[in-house]
């Protein structure tokens, strides 16, 4: 079945430690994007790529980047984790950004941990 | 500026209960697509309906139905004989011209046996 795959479902690590999270698709759509999700809180975009088109939030800190080597791939790289960031990952991808093309599909996710 | 909102933090039923989850909406686009997830414990946001502003017809997917009212900004959802499995929280999102998917801050059902 096409999916959205995030590896690993649980991460931890400590506090200050670089740290990479994984996404992958195999329903070969064009936009992929990273949300971070607090605690009975909303989905926070982070950023997404469309393509090989990188397009941050204006509010996302600095603290994370991002990278997409192929169609398939992306990650999310958090260079000096704080505590602050420990949150639940969540990978989605979309065939594009406007009208029927717009629907979200997302991956389970990876809850990350800052010890 | 757009924003969604879901005034229902959390609504608790026993099985079999019929459940409406309320959705308003603000934008000032006229063309915009509305959505509803559901995130169950496990984490996945699952896609459930997308409706554009011109539909605006309501839409019926087995025990679940969707209320789309220009008039009010309004999506509702309502979950017709609820299962324990329909526990989850559910948001509701708005996409418009900025293409960004903006979501409301979800409701949280349990559905008790």
């Known amino acids: 079945d096409a999916m959205v795959i995030q590896n690993p479902r649980y991460q931890v690590t400590q506090f200050g430690k670089p740290v990479t999270l994984s996404c992958s698709q195999t329903?070969?759509?064009?936009?992929m994007y990273w949300y971070q999700q607090k605690s009975s809180q909303a989905p926070k975009l982070l950023f997404h790529?469309?393509?090989?088109?990188?397009?941050n939030e204006a509010d996302t800190p600095d603290n994370f980047q991002s990278r997409r080597p192929n169609t398939s791939f992306c990650f999310l790289d958090i260079r000096s984790p704080g505590l602050g960031d420990a949150a639940m990952y969540l990978c989605?991808?979309?065939?594009?950004?406007?009208?029927?093309?717009?629907?979200?599909?997302f991956g389970p996710g990876t809850r990350l941990t800052v010890t | 500026a757009q924003k969604v909102t879901q005034a229902q933090t959390e609504i608790s039923v026993v099985e079999k209960e019929d459940v409406t989850l309320d959705c308003v909406y603000e934008?000032?686009?006229?063309?915009?697509?509305l959505f509803w997830y559901k995130q169950p414990p496990s984490g996945e946001l699952v896609f459930l309906i997308r409706?554009?502003?011109?539909?605006?017809q309501n839409e019926i997917s087995g025990r679940y139905s969707w209320n789309f009212q220009k008039s009010t900004s309004s999506f509702n959802f309502t979950i017709t004989a609820s299962q324990v499995v329909d526990s989850a929280v559910y948001f509701c999102?708005?996409?418009?011209?900025?293409?960004?998917?903006?979501f409301g801050s979800g409701t949280r059902l349990l559905v008790r046996p």
């Open positions: 989605a991808t979309s065939r594009g950004l406007t009208g029927s093309n717009y629907e979200q599909y």
């Open positions: 329903l070969n759509h064009n936009v």
């Open positions: 790529y469309y393509d090989k088109d990188f397009n």
């Open positions: 934008t000032r686009d006229t063309t915009y697509y």
């Open positions: 409706r554009n502003s011109f539909d605006e």
């Open positions: 999102a708005l996409m418009d011209s900025s293409y960004k998917l903006i």
